[in-house]
């Protein structure tokens, strides 16, 4: 049997292909006949282009039909997909296509010629330009190849996927996906989620992440059901598609946003089974407010982009608030200590999964990979949690320096780097303080040395905005004289975090 993920959702199409699978805010629309018509015209230019199977296909694009048509053509071919946030910096993607190495890069046309000069850097044989809405190069090219292709032959263990996660030295890594793991996954919620046919999914994610790309479209795609496809979040606009849907899946500010919202009731929500949120903690305060206005009770679950969904609150029995749930079935799940060992209940230790669904390690990088797993094979995943008597798994903390704005990773390491560059900048840290929109927001706490000029503020945060992706830039810059340290020589985070959490909060 082939194991291309492309083949498995394409076996559980609708009978009546004609039905509708994306229906786009930007009015364009396609069926599932389409929608095997593009990706098979999308696969043979990329086979034209060059792509054998196994080349990464890298993807710097907006939301758009086409950019999902990319994704499900690039299985087709039997390469393998990476996906890159559109707002990433050159000195960003440089470090990623030099890593990758693709054979193709589909970009935007502002940004072709800054990825025409990396790809003459990195050796990348092809870019081709696709416009924020999908249109141009890329649509007409791909328009002008055939209908049909044989879907390339994969195996379970041959990657699909390489989605480059942030990390602690500052350097994104490559976390490499497999058929199987994604398939696996994909298998897992629909059963647990109970996604049934006439079902609806209002998309509102990103798509270069494992959360909008994978756990979102693959729910639709294996269930053969329709995609209501926002190309940008709008909390009003999203509460006027609920009562065409019947499952939403959003970040944490998501909810947020909706529940800012007066139009937010039940009436709204009335033809609505499930609301699932994750990617970042999710308050109390809006999970009740959730349910009060709208009787509905979100339902939480854990996951990373090393494996997708590992924990999750069950579809039938009690969603327990403050909680993300129970270990998805397939998933080994244990509280570890210091020495890998399992924690009894209620003892906070690092978070360990191991599983089917589980990535296959980083790319290009064998020592991380080995670093990052126990000798039994479990993969660290750096969240500190806590099991309960009854199985319920509490995300208490972090184990690795991070903060998660908004759903997106941020690590501290890689934008204190670009501050340090600075002159006048002797050190800095950067912190997550709570945020009311975001969860958390970067904050920049910085010490100068005694240089003529020394920058102000604004300075600091325009030097990062030059460099790196917006969502990395700090949105509050403080000056200290120095930063607090343990005895061991190491700037405690949690200090500075609690000292300007509490400055903005006053
Ligand atoms: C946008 N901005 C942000 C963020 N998003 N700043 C900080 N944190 C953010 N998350 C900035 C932009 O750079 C811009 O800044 C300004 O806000 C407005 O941009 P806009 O695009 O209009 O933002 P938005 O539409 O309001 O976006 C907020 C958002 C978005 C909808 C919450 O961030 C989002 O879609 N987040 C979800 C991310 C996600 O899918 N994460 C899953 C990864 P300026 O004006 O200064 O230029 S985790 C994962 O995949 C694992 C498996 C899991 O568990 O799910
Ligand atoms: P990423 O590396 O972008 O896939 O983000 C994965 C990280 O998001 C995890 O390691 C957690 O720290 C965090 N995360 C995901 N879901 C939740 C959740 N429901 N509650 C708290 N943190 C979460």
């Given at each position: 049997m082939n194991e291309n993920l492309y083949a498995q959702f394409d076996m559980r199409f609708p009978a009546d292909a004609s039905a509708c699978f994306l229906s786009c805010s930007d009015g364009r629309t396609l069926t599932f006949d389409g929608l095997r018509a593009r990706t098979a015209q999308v696969a043979n230019l990329l086979r034209r282009l060059g792509a054998q199977p196994g080349d990464r296909i890298a993807a710097q694009v907006e939301k758009s039909l086409d950019a999902v048509t990319l994704y499900l053509g690039c299985l087709r071919a039997g390469c393998v997909f990476l996906p890159l946030n559109p707002a990433y910096q050159m000195g960003e993607l440089a470090h990623l296509l030099g890593d990758a190495r693709p054979t193709v890069l589909v970009t935007a046309p502002q940004r072709a010629a800054m990825c025409k000069t990396l790809a003459a850097e990195t050796a990348i044989a092809q870019v081709v330009e696709m416009a924020d809405d999908g249109s141009g190069e890329f649509r007409d090219r791909v328009a002008r190849e055939s209908t049909n292709c044989l879907t390339a032959e994969r195996s379970g263990g041959d990657l699909a996927a390489i989605l480059y996660t942030s990390g602690t030295t500052g350097r994104a890594k490559g976390a490499m996906l497999t058929h199987r793991n994604l398939a696996v996954g994909t298998r897992v919620l629909h059963t647990q989620w109970g996604f049934r046919p006439g079902d609806v999914l209002l998309h509102i994610l990103p798509i270069y992440h494992f959360h909008g790309l994978f756990v979102a479209l693959h729910s639709a795609l294996y269930n053969g059901n329709t995609v209501l496809f926002e190309t940008r979040f709008d909390a009003a606009q999203a509460i006027g598609l609920l009562a065409h849907s019947t499952v939403v899946m959003g970040v944490p500010t998501h909810y947020a946003r909706m529940l800012a919202e007066p139009a937010l009731d039940a009436a709204a929500c009335q033809g609505m089974r499930l609301f699932i949120s994750g990617s970042a903690p999710l308050l109390p305060s809006v999970f009740r407010a959730f349910q009060e206005r709208t009787t509905h009770t979100i339902l939480e679950r854990y996951g990373m982009?090393?494996?997708?969904?590992f924990v999750s609150n069950p579809y039938d029995g009690e969603r327990r608030c403050g909680t993300v749930g129970k270990p998805l079935p397939g998933i080994a799940l244990r509280v570890a200590d210091a020495q890998d060992r399992p924690m009894p209940p209620l003892g906070i230790g690092n978070i360990q999964v191991k599983g089917e669904?589980?990535?296959?390690?980083y790319w290009r990088l064998p020592e991380k990979t080995a670093e990052d797993h126990t000798v039994d094979g479990y993969f660290r995943t750096g969240d500190l949690g806590m099991l309960s008597e009854d199985g319920y798994l509490t995300i208490?903390?972090?184990?690795?320096d991070l903060i998660i704005s908004g759903g997106l990773n941020v690590y501290p390491k890689e934008i204190e780097d670009v501050i340090d560059g600075l002159p006048g900048v002797r050190e800095s840290a950067v912190v997550g303080v709570p945020h009311p929109d975001f969860g958390e927001s970067v904050t920049a706490v910085v010490v100068l040395d005694h240089h003529a000029s020394p920058p102000s503020a604004e300075q600091v945060a325009l030097h990062v905005r030059n460099r790196l992706a917006a969502f990395k830039v700090p949105r509050q810059v403080y000056f200290a004289e120095e930063l607090p340290r343990n005895a061991m020589g190491k700037v405690q985070k949690l200090a500075l975090r609690q000292q300007y959490g509490a400055a903005q909060s006053a």
């Open positions: 982009t090393e494996g997708g969904m669904s589980v990535f296959a390690g208490v903390g972090r184990d690795k």
